[in-house]
């Protein structure tokens, strides 16, 4: 097995000879525009999407990557394919383009750079130990006391690699439950996103999910409103609060390594009847229909 590939502003290189300067924008701003896609039986999920959603996020940003979205798509799948042999045959990766601005001038403007934009692409193993009982089990929710950004300041459909709000958040959870996945609300008390993923509840057969008002439009967000329309359940997008999910039937998030990690648990009370609900079941289990791979299974398998 050979030393996994990275590519770096037009040149491929060994993950350990991947370097970037001490003074580029990611490392002195957190100005970086990211995407992370995983792979399905080493087949990528909505690549194109998320490369799509990467050059909405670059024009926002003011970022020109020096390219079109075409052959972004090309050198992601090059970046794949020399790393495949890396992988064995039930093992799945993740696949991240992280693009700065470039080298960061020290002064009073911070758009200025001394070089054009800094493309990172690579891969890394798809470990799901961390997650994997909680398809059985379930998660315990817990609301942080940090909220999200406004998006008003910056717009939470902007996916950029600045992560601190998150983790504050999560380290926040951590402290109720080490094992608590996070709610994060916003500045008004409503439900917004977990600190890698959306949240859904089911109530009286209904799916709801936050709007992207306040939310990132997660891939794996549209994944599951686009198998619950054809598992003719009805779905809307609409304003949650935190007593929405204390009362609902079934609560699970959406993220692209576990695609929909179930709770059963929130804020210490049960939710529903304590067990992982059918809805959330059938979501699941459609999605590894789509996929051709068993994620339940694949996730247990790596315990």
Not at 18 to 36: K, W
Not at 226 to 243: C, D, F, H, W
Request: hydrophobic share 40%.
């Amino acid at each position: 097995m050979s030393e996994r590939q990275v590519y770096i502003s037009g040149n491929m290189v060994p993950e350990s000879e991947a370097r970037i300067s001490i003074f580029d924008s990611a490392v002195m701003l957190g100005d970086t525009a990211t995407e992370s896609t995983r792979t399905f039986g080493h087949r990528p999920f909505k690549l194109k999407e998320h490369i799509d959603r990467l050059y909405k996020s670059l024009k926002v940003m003011r970022i020109d990557p020096g390219m079109d979205s075409g052959q972004m798509l090309g050198i992601t799948q090059n970046v794949l394919e020399a790393n495949l042999p890396n992988y064995a045959a039930d093992q799945d990766c993740w696949i991240v383009h992280n693009i700065s601005r470039g080298l960061s001038i020290a002064g009073s403007d911070p758009t200025v750079t001394g070089s054009g934009p800094t493309i990172m692409i690579f891969t890394q193993p798809m470990d799901l130990r961390s997650w994997a009982k909680f398809y059985d089990e379930g998660c315990h929710a817990v609301t942080a006391m940090s909220r999200s950004v406004p998006s008003q300041s910056l717009d939470a459909r902007i996916k950029n690699r600045s992560r601190l709000a998150y983790t504050l958040a999560e380290s926040e959870v951590k402290l109720v439950d080490s094992l608590a996945q996070g709610v994060i609300l916003d500045i008004h008390g409503n439900v917004s996103e977990n600190k890698g993923g959306n949240i859904f509840a089911v109530t009286g057969g209904e799916l709801r999910t936050p709007t992207t008002a306040n939310c990132l439009a997660g891939m794996s967000r549209e994944t599951v409103l686009n198998l619950a329309k054809q598992l003719g359940i009805r779905s809307v997008e609409t304003v949650m609060q935190p007593y929405d999910l204390a009362t609902a039937d079934e609560v699970f998030f959406t993220s692209t390594p576990y695609c929909i990690m179930p709770a059963t648990r929130f804020n210490g009370m049960g939710i529903g009847d304590g067990k992982v609900g059918p809805i959330t079941r059938k979501l699941l289990a459609a999605w590894s229909d789509l996929v051709g791979i068993d994620i339940v299974k694949q996730a247990r398998d790596q315990l």
